[in-house]
């Protein structure tokens, strides 16, 4: 499947602890809702992405876009990355 606007797609934002924290057990993954807004030349996507409090924000999956290795697209969630929602 190749992104196209106006598909629902899981992002997966990267979620760091403080330094300082002592907690040491795994970081949850977290999963937003995203739609696909826009669609770069070469596939990528611009997300716009639906956080469970607080405002939406876009995320641009492109190179340079939202940073320098850019978001990419993973088969299994992960951190840091966007997924397809599994299909049931």
Do not use: Q
């Not at 809702?33 to 409090?53: E, K, N, Q, S």
């Not at 951190?79 to 049931?88: D, I, L, Q, Y």
Request: aromatic content about 8%; glycine content about 8%; overall charge negative.
């Amino acid at each position: 499947m190749k992104p196209t606007i106006g598909r629902i797609v899981h992002y997966h934002p990267c979620v760091c602890r403080d330094a300082s924290d002592p907690d040491t057990s795994p970081i949850p993954l977290v999963t937003y809702a995203a739609l696909v807004v826009d669609v770069h030349r070469d596939g990528t996507p611009i997300l716009r992405v639906f956080p469970d409090a607080g405002d939406s924000y876009i995320v641009d999956c492109g190179i340079n876009g939202y940073n320098v290795d850019g978001v990419t697209r993973t088969d299994e969630p992960a951190m840091g990355h966007w997924n397809w929602p599994p299909r049931e």
